[in-house]
Antibody
């Protein structure tokens, strides 16, 4: 059973860099799949941050692209999110997730397995 | 990219059917059959319900169905149950090869 678990600092100051890790258990990241990050500000909707393929190719939300880096760390079976120059607007629950694989042999643009989420607050 | 438009709230009584709309543009919802739907209970991670407009992943009740017409996708829940009360989000692939979510709809079961 594949499980994802986010970890990282819960409190940051404005202008700092947010760094989160998603540990994957039950599946080896280097074997395949796309992996993504999604966030949800308190009381608001979901926002896609970006997605990475197990080989390292990435796609990012244009509104965040200049500040975001997603990377894969296959040696410890995890992938990471870095978001630079954070502001209060980056306060949110951050989820990591696995992109769904259809048995017909393709990856729909949907996430089927999610971590529980980790709250990140940006405040001075 | 702008968020897809969903009604803020919908409601229905147990046993009834409700429909949640998700409106985008020809650059996302209208241009591709790549709309997904998620259910989220308070304090929980989203649950994957529908993909590719109308396909249900294994384990999702057939009370949940999806459709699309033009730039608007819809999620229909039939035989409404108390446990269906949750927030629902749509998402769509875009012409920029990105993903965009809707603003979310709160479903209340009366």
């Amino acid at each position: 059973q594949v499980q994802l678990q986010e970890s990282g600092p819960g409190l940051l100051k404005p202008s700092e860099t947010l760094s989160l890790t998603c540990a994957v258990s039950g599946y080896s990241i280097s074997s395949g799949y796309y992996w993504g990050w999604i966030r949800q500000p308190p009381g608001k909707g979901l926002e896609w941050i970006g997605t990475i393929y197990h080989s390292g190719s990435t796609s990012y939300n244009p509104s965040l692209k200049s500040r975001v880096t997603i990377s894969v760390g296959t040696s410890n079976n995890q992938f990471s999110l870095k978001l630079t120059s954070v502001t209060a607007a980056d306060t949110a629950v951050y989820f990591c997730a696995r992109r769904y694989f259809d048995s017909s042999g393709y990856y729909p643009d949907a996430f089927d397995i999610w971590g529980q989420g980790t709250m990140v607050t940006v405040s001075s | 990219q702008s968020a897809l438009t969903q009604p803020a709230s919908v409601s229905g009584s147990p046993g009834q059917s409700i429909t949640i709309s998700c409106t985008g543009t020809s650059s996302d919802v209208g241009g591709y059959n790549y709309v997904s739907w998620y259910q989220q209970h308070p304090g929980k991670a989203p649950k994957f319900m529908i993909y590719d407009v109308s396909k249900r992943p294994s384990g999702v009740s057939n009370r949940f169905s999806g459709s699309k017409s033009g730039n608007t996708a819809s999620l229909t829940i039939s035989g409404l149950q108390a446990e269906d009360e949750a927030d629902y989000y749509c998402s769509s692939y875009t012409s920029s090869s990105t993903l965009v979510f809707g603003g979310g709809t709160k479903l209340t079961v009366l």
